[in-house]
């Protein structure tokens, strides 16, 4: 494997349903992100970790629960979610340097569909 | 609140045709400019960083620029191939959050 990786690539799940999206970088970076990516909106940050450790939440609510167990590994728990949760959701990773400005990597996504 | 703003939101050429996509930004404190390209059904693929005002980046047919208020994504010659949605985003200072524009999604015709 290369590069960033999702698993599952799509997802239909109920409002009362549990599941979980899985993510993998394989590029050696120290830094994971949760976008979310909707019809007719911009991409939007949910969550940042550097060296595993969460630096971002932005206001993501709480039936959103990201987890990272390592540098290479992020997960994205999803509990009772609404219809509007709907989206592509993407992983993106990077190399964080002291003050060096790097481009992050995105991996190819998971639709999730909630009815 | 960082704002960034793409226009036109669509754009149809035909092959060869030449054109600019706008990214308009408000940031306070640029650390840095991102344009990704992104096919449907994928996630952004990284194209250029840009730093500061007057920069300038090329990558076959896509030339990227930056002033202080917005940068410009020129596609010279377009192919078929060069169809997809082109994404501007921005980071301010002291972070690595990137703040991403709508897209411009762009169909080139044979």
């Known amino acids: 494997e290369t590069g960033v990786t999702q698993t599952p690539r799509h997802l239909v799940m109920g409002m009362t349903n549990k599941k979980s999206l899985k993510c993998e970088q394989h590029l050696g970076h120290n830094a994971m992100y949760w976008y979310k990516q909707s019809a007719k909106k911009p991409l939007e940050l949910m969550f940042v970790?550097?060296?595993?450790?969460?630096?971002e939440n932005n206001s993501v609510p709480s039936r959103f629960s990201p987890e990272c167990p390592n540098s290479s590994h992020l997960f994205l728990h999803l509990h009772t979610l609404q219809p509007e949760d709907s989206a592509l959701y993407l992983c993106?990773?990077?190399?964080?340097?002291?003050?060096?400005?790097?481009?992050?990597?995105f991996g190819p996504g998971t639709r999730l569909t909630v009815t | 609140e960082d704002q960034v703003t793409q226009s036109p939101e669509a754009l149809r050429l035909q092959e060869g045709e030449s054109s600019s996509l706008n990214c308009s930004y408000t940031v306070s404190g640029l650390r840095g400019l991102f344009w990704y390209r992104q096919d449907p059904g994928k996630g952004p693929e990284f194209l250029f960083t840009l730093y500061s005002a007057g920069e300038e980046k090329e990558k076959e047919r896509l030339k990227a620029t930056l002033t202080k208020k917005e940068s410009f994504l020129h596609i010279t010659a377009p192919k078929p191939e060069d169809s997809a949605t082109y994404l501007c985003a921005v980071v301010r200072r002291a972070g690595n959050k990137l703040t991403f524009g709508g897209g411009t999604r762009v169909l080139v015709k044979p």
């Open positions: 993106a990773s990077s190399q964080v340097r002291g003050t060096g400005l790097n481009e992050q990597y």
């Open positions: 970790y550097n060296f595993k450790e969460q630096t």
